[in-house]
Nanobody, 114 residues
Framework: QVHVVESGGGLVQAGGSLRLSCAAS????????MGWYRQAPGKQRELVAI???????SYADSVKGRFTISRGNAKNTVYLQMNSLKFEDTAVYYC????????WGQGTQVTVSS
C-alpha cells in the first residue's frame, strides 16, 4: 500500500513565499513521476509541476519562473517552492505519485491574500 502525504500549506500575503513538501511511502516502483496539482473552488484540478526520477521537469505556464519543483534526498519526496505568490494561486494543492498507477495525497490548502 502506498501513502502520499503533503504538508506546508498556509496563508500568505501576495508576493510572499511558501514551500510545500510531499512524502510517499510504501511499495513504490521506480522509475516514477511525482508532481503537484491544484484545484481552486469551482475549477478543475490542474497540473502545476511534475518531476521524473531522472530529473525531467515540466511546469504549467502560469507558474513558470515563480515555482520550483525538486526531489529530496530522501527517496520519493518532492518539494514545491512557491515564490511571488498571487491571489490566483489560492487552491488546494495535491501531491501525486505515478508509478504503475496513480496515488494522491489528501491535499493542503494554500491561501494568498491580496
Amino acid at each position: 500500500q502506498v501513502h502520499v502525504v503533503e504538508s506546508g500549506g498556509g496563508l500568505v500575503q501576495a508576493g510572499g513565499s511558501l514551500r510545500l513538501s510531499c512524502a510517499a511511502s510504501g511499495n513504490i516502483f521506480s522509475p516514477n513521476v511525482m508532481g503537484w496539482y491544484r484545484q481552486a473552488p469551482g475549477k478543475q484540478r490542474e497540473l502545476v509541476a511534475i518531476i521524473t526520477t531522472g530529473g525531467t521537469i515540466s511546469y504549467a505556464d502560469s507558474v513558470k519562473g515563480r515555482f520550483t519543483i525538486s526531489r529530496g534526498n530522501a527517496k520519493n519526496t518532492v518539494y514545491l517552492q512557491m515564490n511571488s505568490l498571487k491571489f490566483e494561486d489560492t487552491a488546494v494543492y495535491y501531491c501525486k505519485l505515478l508509478d504503475r498507477r496513480a496515488y494522491w495525497g489528501q491535499g493542503t490548502q494554500v491561501t494568498v491574500s491580496s
